[in-house]
T-cell receptor, first 115, second 112 residues
Framework: EAQVTQNPRYLITVTGKKLTVTCSQN?????MSWYRQDPGLGLRQIYY???????DKGDVPEGYKVSRKEKRNFPLILESPSPNQTSLYFC??????????????FGQGTRLTVV | SQQGEEDPQALSIQEGENATMNCSYK?????LQWYRQNSGRGLVHLIL?????REKHSGRLRVTLDTSKKSSSLLITASRAADTASYFC????????????FGTGTRLTIIP
C-alpha cells in the first residue's frame, strides 16, 4: 500500500530536549516536505527536499533541521524545541509527471507538545 | 505566506444537499488541488485541476477553475455525513519549489 509513515503520532517533550520526527515513504517519490498546521494559519511549509542530498527552506524553517540521505526518509529535527513549536506536523511526498507536479501524499501527522 | 483563501470558513448543510466551497489565490499557478482533512488526521487528495483546464469531475465532486479571476470552486453533490471534514485548496507554482501553498480551509458539517 502506498503510504507516508510518520513517527511518533503524539509526543510531549520539554523545552530544549532534542527530538526527531521520522518520515518514510514507499512510493519512490523525489519530492518530500514538512508542514506544520496551526489553528487559523493553515498549513505552512517548514522544509522541503527535491531529491537525495537536496534540501531547502520553506516558509517557517527557524528552529528546525532536516536531512535527506536516502530517497525514502526525510526526518525533521528540533535541536532545541520551544513552546512555540507546539503544533501538528505533517510530512508529504510527491512525484512529477514530466514537468508538472502531481498530488501530494500526506502522513497521518505528529502532534507535538513542548512544555 | 498563504496563497489560497477559502470561503466560507465554515458551512453546515443538511445531508443530501449540495455543498459549494470557493478558493481564491494570488499568483500564477501550474495547478490547483483540493484536499480533505478529517479532524486531526492527515490530508487526503481529492482532485487536481491544471491551469489549462476549466472544469473537472470525480464522482460526486466537481471542481471549476477560473484563472482570469484566480478562483476555484469545489462542489460536493448529494452530501453524506461522511463528508464532514475540513477542505483545503492548495496551489502549485509554475517554477521552482514544488511547494503546495494551502489556504486556511473550509470546515464542512453535514447534518444527518
Amino acid at each position: 500500500e502506498a503510504q507516508v509513515t510518520q513517527n511518533p503520532r503524539y509526543l510531549i517533550t520539554v523545552t530544549g530536549k532534542k527530538l526527531t520526527v521520522t518520515c518514510s515513504q514507499n512510493m519512490n517519490h523525489e519530492y518530500m516536505s514538512w508542514y506544520r498546521q496551526d489553528p487559523g494559519l493553515g498549513l505552512r511549509q517548514i522544509y522541503y527536499s527535491m531529491n537525495v542530498e537536496v534540501t531547502d527552506k520553506g516558509d517557517v524553517p527557524e528552529g528546525y533541521k532536516v536531512s535527506r540521505k536516502e530517497k525514502r526518509n526525510f526526518p525533521l529535527i528540533l535541536e532545541s524545541p520551544s513552546p512555540n513549536q507546539t503544533s501538528l506536523y505533517f510530512c508529504a511526498s510527491s512525484t512529477r509527471s514530466g514537468t508538472r507536479n502531481t498530488e501530494a501524499f500526506f502522513g497521518q501527522g505528529t502532534r507535538l507538545t513542548v512544555v | 505566506s498563504q496563497q489560497g483563501e477559502e470561503d466560507p470558513q465554515a458551512l453546515s448543510i443538511q445531508e443530501g444537499e449540495n455543498a459549494t466551497m470557493n478558493c481564491s489565490y494570488k499568483t500564477s499557478i501550474n495547478n490547483l488541488q483540493w484536499y480533505r482533512q478529517n479532524s486531526g488526521r492527515g490530508l487526503v487528495h481529492l482532485i487536481l485541476i491544471r491551469s489549462n483546464e476549466r472544469e473537472k469531475h470525480s464522482g460526486r465532486l466537481r471542481v471549476t477553475l477560473d484563472t482570469s479571476k484566480k478562483s476555484s470552486s469545489l462542489l460536493i453533490t448529494a452530501s453524506r455525513a461522511a463528508d464532514t471534514a475540513s477542505y483545503f485548496c492548495a496551489t502549485g507554482p509554475h517554477f521552482g519549489n514544488e511547494k503546495l501553498t494551502f489556504g486556511t480551509g473550509t470546515r464542512l458539517t453535514i447534518i444527518p
